[in-house]
């Protein structure tokens, strides 16, 4: 059976640490891995990863995939109370469907 | 705001019932997905209709169905209510079947009591 599972499921920082949050998956016919980010209800888009080894970025954000290992990470640097929230991770089938994992719930703390 | 608009926001009802979750996609989009996330789980996939057809379902019973419409907004039906039935309802629209550019509204929280 398809799993998608992230880890840590909670972390709790403080303000301008860096945090690492993983996610590791076994789903046959890979297409792509996302990463969302859900801070109320409405999940919101922070990168999409189809190739090994090249990193996206955006601001303090970046992430990273590993196709032969089954992972990603998901990196924030100099964090800020306005990262608190629950990061996803999802993997793609072939078939366009998502399977998502459970969540890491970050808080930041001032 | 991604202009996806869910209703109601929160919904209770009681076992047995039959409740039905609304859906406007984003305008331009003609797909939209519909997921369950229980408390302190992922989105879990329901199903996908595309251009008012059917076009992918989860590992859902037949008493959760749906609806899309020609303007593309969307209808989850589901029959004889469980308890295990609460959670957060999220609908999702797109262009197609590109999940980068998946557009999420804010949900219905539906309990089940």
């Known amino acids: 059976e398809d799993k998608v599972v992230q880890s840590p499921l909670s972390l709790v920082v403080h303000e301008g640490d860096t945090v690492t949050l993983n996610c590791s998956y076994e789903v046959t016919n890979f297409r792509s891995l996302l990463w969302y980010k859900q801070e109320k209800k409405a999940p919101t888009f922070l990168f999409m990863l189809t190739s090994s080894g090249i990193e996206k970025k955006s601001g303090r954000l970046s992430s990273i995939l590993d196709k032969k290992e089954l992972f990603s990470i998901l990196n924030i640097t100099a964090t800020q109370t306005g990262d608190s929230a629950i990061y996803l991770c999802a993997v793609e089938d072939s078939n366009y469907q998502l399977i998502w994992g459970a969540g890491t719930k970050l808080i930041i703390k001032p | 705001e991604t202009g996806v608009t869910q209703s109601p926001t929160h919904l209770i009802k009681t076992r047995g019932q039959q409740v039905t979750l609304r859906c406007s996609s984003q305008s331009g989009h003609n797909t939209v997905s519909w997921y369950q996330q229980a408390l302190g789980q992922g989105p879990q996939f329901i199903f996908q209709?595309?251009?008012?057809?059917?076009?992918g379902r989860g590992n859902f019973p037949p008493r959760f169905s749906g609806l899309q419409f020609p303007n593309y907004s969307s209808e989850l039906n589901v029959n004889a209510l469980e308890l295990d039935d609460s959670a957060l309802y999220l609908c999702?629209?797109?262009?197609?079947?590109?999940?980068?550019?998946?557009?999420f509204g804010s949900g219905t929280q539906l309990s089940v009591l």
């Open positions: 999702a629209s797109s262009l197609s079947d590109t999940n980068e550019k998946l557009f």
């Open positions: 209709y595309y251009r008012e057809e059917e076009n």
